[in-house]
């Protein structure tokens, strides 16, 4: 059982940038596809990014497409979001998730079977 802490939220300027992680214990982390999610207050959990088991195959929402970057690096049990020219909109909290199931993972919350507590993303305008 994969147990995940995000870290690296807070206020920025619209414009400006952030590095999301998230780190994971117990577990094999290799084994999992990872996804980042955001929700905003009085909103549904979006999807934001997905990456497969070791890294070489991302893909993104349309909203934060150029914008967001997801990594990993399984040596550190770790996969990072970084969020440059962030707008008033990215506001929400961040969760990182992890599939088991999914080689690649989803768009689909559903298929995440792990979730880290959230952290809070606010973009100022």
């Known amino acids: 059982q994969v147990q995940l802490v995000e870290s690296g939220g807070g206020l920025v300027q619209a414009g400006g940038s952030l590095r999301l992680s998230c780190a994971a214990s117990k577990g094999t982390f290799s084994g999992y596809a990872m996804g980042w999610f955001r929700q905003a207050p009085g909103k549904e959990r979006e999807f934001v990014t997905a990456t497969n088991r070791n890294g070489g195959y991302t893909y993104y929402a349309e909203s934060v497409k150029g914008r967001f970057t997801i990594s990993r690096d399984n040596a550190k049990n770790t996969v990072y979001l970084q969020m440059d020219s962030l707008k008033p909109e990215d506001t929400a909290v961040y969760y990182c998730?992890?599939?088991?199931?999914?080689?690649?993972?989803?768009?689909?919350?559903?298929?995440?079977?792990?979730w880290g507590q959230g952290t809070q993303v606010t973009v100022s305008a």
């Open positions: 998730a992890a599939s088991r199931s999914s080689a690649y993972g989803t768009r689909g919350p559903n298929t995440y079977d792990y």
